[in-house]
């Protein structure tokens, strides 16, 4: 008995890395998968990969970005296997560059793929969801350079904790339906993130595959969460975002106010703010500048950039 058991998830960029992990332990707890993928041989592969093991899936190309093509991931659910349970929006891409040598094009492209590319395949399942009276489950793909921050990716940074927002709201607009809409933030060495490791560090965790130690940073750690919130058990759990990588899964605190200051029912002047504002970082005991050691370190690298 798997968790999955006679239902149907599509995945997106499910052809490589962390989404690849997502399809195969998907189709491994009993559902039948969408691999929706912009490369039409990744996509193929991973399916066939499924359906050597047993399993039941099918390969759709095309631009998870592009409305015609993530229609079809949701008509094709319905077509090849009958319904549809859970969509996990997992394709992304990066294109890293500090903001003054961001072009136009590198700001575009990320916020279309993720953004839009969460936004499409998303409203063409919640549409079928509320058309069919069916409950459905949606994962999302955050990331903590969106959440935290993080150096070089203002566009993608800016897609991610987009999505988060997105996520949120889908939760509370879904909730009547029984639409759950979670996101994660996974950490994963991937095709988007090994080349960024040093050549010492990637050597070090091939010794380590090598001896049978836990691979930390495999893509495949992010899929099992992921097919828990694919499943009804996780029914009760939404507007979440979680962390994820290795053996560790984190929740995020969403945005939250967590001190105030006010002027006696009358409208703030700036001097006056001035005077007061400190009061703000004393009761919340956060600090004007970089709060920690990491955060201090990334303003020091763009202070010399
Ligand atoms: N790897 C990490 O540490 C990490 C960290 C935080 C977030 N993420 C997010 O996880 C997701 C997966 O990343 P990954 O590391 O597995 O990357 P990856 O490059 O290995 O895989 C991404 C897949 O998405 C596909 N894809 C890209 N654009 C597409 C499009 N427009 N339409 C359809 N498919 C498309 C690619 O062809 C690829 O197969 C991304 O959203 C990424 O931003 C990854």
Known sequence: MGLLDGKVVIVTGAGRGIGRGEALECAAQGAAVVVGEFDPDAGEAVAKEIIAAGGRAVAVGGDVADAEAANKLVSTAVA???????????????????????????????????????????????QYWKDAKRPGHLVHTASTSGLLGNFGQTNYGAAKAGIAAFSTIVAMEGARGGITSNAIAPTALTRMTLDLMPDEFRAKRDEAIERGEFDFFAPENVAPLVAFLCSDESSHISGKVFGVQGDSVEIFQPFTSVAEITNGGKRWDPAGISGRIDELFTAAGIQAGAENMMARMRYQILAEH
Do not use: M, S, Y
């Open 80 to 126: 090849e296997f009958g319904q549809l349970d859970a969509l996990v929006n997992n394709a992304g891409i990066l294109r890293d560059k500090t903001l003054a040598k961001l072009t136009d094009d590198d700001w575009d492209a990320v916020i279309r793929v993720h953004l839009r590319g969460h936004f499409l395949p998303t409203r063409a399942a919640v």
